[in-house]
């Protein structure tokens, strides 16, 4: 694979949601487990023990197990009056196979109910594991919910070198490197799981999606009928992925539009299936369409994509979704590589209206001031509080001065419907504990509940393994976390490499 998206979770994004999938037990290597009766029908999202409370999952992909560099790790918080924190990775009894060097479990995450039992189930990436031999082909591991949390039951793990699944393993597909789900408005679940290293035919790295629905797999290509576009050399198709209950949306960062390569695009799927087992594509958005003339070479359009469910004015939801588009390459004025974010909303249907394009640093009562290399966008996190839309956009690249080289930086915009906006600030040193220090990236690592935004700090403060704050959504520019997540406190296990590398 030509130019590898960097590793460790610095500059990549992967905004993903993950839902039932009750129907997935073909050629996987385990099975789901049986259901459990004691869990709650209807507890929320990301509720791994069924009490009603919600849990919270912080990767740290670059975590040493067994000896084994970068092997990866995941560590399962438990709200409510849950077990104590726990800390899994593949030398665990209840996840299939081994530690593997290198293989960055925990890379991407995604949760919801798949077996039907009341309780959440984790979805762990591991895009970098080698598959018979086969380097950097991927994998995708799902660990069961339980009353007793996700220790009780073996998990479930997926990969190319499996008859059932499309495509072959090879080096550097990346299975595994986005994932998203969702129980859509058919009732029928699916998992999709991105492989923007895919190789199709004689172009390398075009990429593409494995998408899972009724115990089928299906393969998602721009070669695809109705699919727009075509597999070109890079366009790393599937490298983000979002869904709501009425969309998926496929991001391609790499995406060359006419003469500007990697200026990137975005795809969105309704929940009707084709007969190759591929959902209806709706639109496919780019910086050309609907208004013309922005689309630049190295905008990378499409690194990171959020989707929310979006209400009408009375507070319901109708099919409708907001996306939120980052495009951290994006100049602005003469800051090459500023980055910029763009809203937008999706009827039911698929019809695409702009609600912001090209929000940055230097629009006119932002905080901060859009600068090289600043990377705006590079992450994105977004939730729709009522009518109005709250939207994070990680500045992994903000620095305040050569001393502090990459510390990186959090922006919260507020968008209420009829217009209107105000946006909050938030960095090392200011909101987020401790002093500033070179190459923390904070940004590069965004999640998103109802009631808070999350930040990581994988590189945080000089000699710790990292953190994760959670801010509420309303937070002013420099406003204290709410609560602080850290290796050896307050029970979640000592040691690590890039604890919040990714975080949900």
């Not at 992909?61 to 849950?82: D, F, L």
């Not at 089928?216 to 869904?243: H, I, Y």
């Amino acid at each position: 694979m030509s130019d590898t998206p960097l590793r460790g979770n610095v500059w990549c994004a992967v905004v993903t949601v993950f839902t039932l999938v009750g129907l997935m037990t073909v050629a996987a290597q385990g099975s789901p487990a049986s259901a459990v009766a004691a869990c709650e029908a209807g507890s929320p999202v990301s509720d791994f023990n069924g009490d009603g409370a919600r849990d919270m999952v912080i990767a740290d992909p670059e975590a040493t197990v067994g000896g084994k560099p970068r092997a990866g790790a995941v560590t399962i918080v438990y709200g409510g009056a849950g077990p104590g924190p726990e800390r899994l990775d593949q030398d665990s009894d209840v996840v299939r196979g081994s530690a593997q060097a290198g293989a960055e479990f925990g890379f991407s995450l995604a949760q919801a109910d798949m077996n039907g039992d009341g309780c959440s189930d984790l979805v762990v990436g591991a895009p970098y594991t080698d598959v018979a031999g086969v380097q950097d082909a991927g994998a995708v591991h799902v660990l069961y919910g339980d009353r007793l949390g996700l220790a009780a039951n073996e998990s479930t793990s997926y990969d190319q070198g499996q008859d059932s699944v499309e495509g072959g393993a090879e080096p550097s597909d990346l299975f595994g490197y986005a994932v998203a789900a969702q129980r859509p408005a058919s009732g029928v679940p699916y998992l999709a799981v991105g492989i923007p290293g895919e190789d199709l035919g004689s172009v390398p790295d075009a990429g593409a999606v494995d998408y899972l629905s009724g115990g089928t797999w299906g393969w998602m290509v721009q070669d695809a009928p109705g699919v727009a576009g075509t597999d070109e050399v890079n366009d790393r198709f599937g490298s983000s992925l979002a869904s709501t209950p009425s969309h998926l949306v496929v991001g391609a960062p790499g995406e060359a539009i006419g003469a500007e390569t990697f200026a990137g695009a975005f795809w969105i799927f309704g929940d009707s299936l084709d007969s190759g087992g591929r959902p209806e594509p709706l639109a496919a958005p780019n910086q050309e369409s609907p208004v013309v003339g922005v689309a630049e070479s190295g905008d990378r359009y499409g690194t990171s994509i959020a989707a929310v469910p979006m209400p009408d004015t009375s507070g319901t939801y109708k099919g409708g979704s907001y996306v939120v588009v980052g495009s951290p390459g994006e100049a602005v004025g003469d800051a090459a590589q500023a980055g910029s974010v763009s809203v937008y909303k999706v009827t039911a249907t698929g019809t695409v209206t702009t609600v912001v394009l090209g929000l940055h640093q230097n629009v006119t009562g932002a905080a901060e001031t859009a600068e090289r290399a600043d990377h705006f966008g590079q992450q994105v996190a977004a939730v729709a509080q009522g009518t109005t839309l709250r939207v994070a956009a990680g500045v992994p690249g903000e620095e305040s001065g050569p001393e502090h080289t990459d510390k990186g930086g959090v922006q919260i915009f507020t968008l209420p419907v009829g217009g209107g906006m105000s946006d909050a600030w938030i960095d090392p040193g200011y909101g987020i504990p401790g002093e500033p220090a070179p190459r923390m990236y904070v940004g590069a690592s965004l999640g998103a509940t109802p009631d808070a935004l999350l930040v990581g700090a994988p590189y945080g403060r000089p000699g710790t393994p990292g953190a994760v704050y959670a801010f509420d959504w309303t937070v002013a520019s420099g406003g204290a976390a709410t609560q602080t997540y850290e290796p050896g406190a307050a029970g979640i296990p000592a040691g690590g490499t890039a604890f919040g590398a990714a975080v949900r």
